[in-house]
């Protein structure tokens, strides 16, 4: 899975080596554990907004074929 979806934006191992020692250079090594916890964070809580709306969605369906 990985290969194709690197293979369609034309990254490889390299590309992605000089990306991840860029984003270390600009954020230092203090800042890349908060930075991952706030991604993680994010991520939590954009995943319960769909899971929210998906909820939603169910019941007024529910709803109208009640």
Same mark, same amino acid.
Do not use: C
């Given at each position: 899975?990985?290969?194709?979806?690197?293979?369609?934006?034309? #990254?490889?191992?390299?590309? !992605?080596?000089?990306?991840?020692?860029?984003?270390?250079? #600009?954020?230092?090594?203090?800042? !890349?554990?908060? !930075?991952?916890?706030?991604?993680?964070?994010?991520?939590?809580?954009?995943?319960?907004? #769909?899971?929210?709306?998906?909820?939603?969605?169910?019941?007024?369906?529910?709803?109208?074929?009640?």
């Amino acid at each position: 899975m990985n290969e194709i979806v690197f293979g369609i934006a034309g #990254l490889g191992t390299p590309e !992605l080596i000089v990306i991840a020692v860029v984003i270390f250079l #600009l954020f230092g090594a203090t800042r !890349l554990p908060q !930075l991952a916890k706030s991604l993680g964070q994010s991520k939590r809580a954009f995943k319960e907004g #769909l899971d929210e709306a998906e909820r939603e969605a169910q019941k007024e369906v529910k709803e109208k074929n009640a």
